[in-house]
């Protein structure tokens, strides 16, 4: 009767070990899937970043040009 209660025992942490393992695995394959498209979200944050820093140069380059019209037709205080 010990012996079969035993098996038994080992029989259910086996599976149970199987099952843990499964978890583990799939666990991983979803941990995978979120830092690639952690990534992704990295790479266009960074040519956002890039977007604005250009957009900036351009404010200041008509900025720039702008000051020199109302200079050029004495709008300018």
């Known amino acids: ?3 079969n209660v035993e ?10 070990r199987n099952e843990v393992k ?8 979803q941990f995978e ?8 979200i990295e790479s266009q944050m960074a040519g956002i970043h890039t977007d604005i820093a ?13 000051d020199r019209i109302e200079r050029r037709l004495e709008l300018t205080a």
């Open 54 to 66: 250009i957009m900036n140069s351009r404010i200041d380059k008509f900025e720039s040009r702008l």
């Open 1 to 3: 009767m010990t012996d």
């Open 7 to 16: 098996n038994l025992i080992l029989e259910h942490l086996k599976l149970l």
């Open 22 to 29: 499964a978890q583990g695995i799939k666990m991983d394959e």
């Open 33 to 40: 899937s979120v830092r690639l498209r952690l990534s992704s």
